[in-house]
């Protein structure tokens, strides 16, 4: 599976948000040109994402004067499978169909590929449940531990 330019785009663009909170006051917005600025991304293919990302619910909008974009919940309560979810649609490894059980299987053992594609797009999610913005926030101001791969082996 690849994370899509899309989908790295609005992690990148909420990690910013998420970067901005002081715990001392309530967020204030931030515009899209200065969210482009500081993320280095393109704002008109910005605006696109953060419309998307309006529409799941992760981040409110406010008009006019100080407009801007606001994480909708707090940085701890955002995943990025959320994130990536909501502009890419959901985390598999594609639309294989499901495998046969028990040995039913009449394909020469594609059934087992399937199973294992599955698990793979289950891993891919749960990984990616494992992190969210104030984790990767945590790491970003260092923190915390860069990210590492546990041992996983068959």
């Known amino acids: ?5 899309r ?8 990690l910013s948000l998420a970067l901005r909170i002081d715990d001392d006051s309530a967020p204030t917005p931030t ?7 500081r993320t280095g991304l393109p704002q008109p293919y910005l605006e696109q994402i953060l419309l998307a990302l309006k529409g799941a619910g992760l981040v409110r909008s406010k008009r006019g004067v100080g407009g801007g974009y606001i994480l909708n919940r707090p940085p701890a309560e955002i995943k990025l499978s959320e994130i990536v979810s909501a502009v890419d649609g959901p ?10 059980q028990d040995g039913a299987c009449d ?3 594609q059934c087992v590929l399937l199973a294992i594609w599955d698990q793979a797009g289950t891993h891919m999610r749960q990984h990616l449940d ?3 913005l104030a984790t990767i926030a945590s790491i970003s101001r260092g923190e915390a531990a860069w990210p590492s791969l546990p041992d996983h082996s068959h």
């Open 1 to 5: 599976m690849r994370i899509s330019t």
């Open 91 to 100: 985390i598999t490894l594609g639309d294989f169909g499901q495998p046969h």
């Open 130 to 132: 494992g992190y969210t």
């Open 107 to 109: 394909h020469e053992g």
């Open 7 to 14: 989908g790295d785009y609005a992690c990148r663009a909420l």
């Open 31 to 37: 515009s899209v040109r200065d969210i482009a600025e």
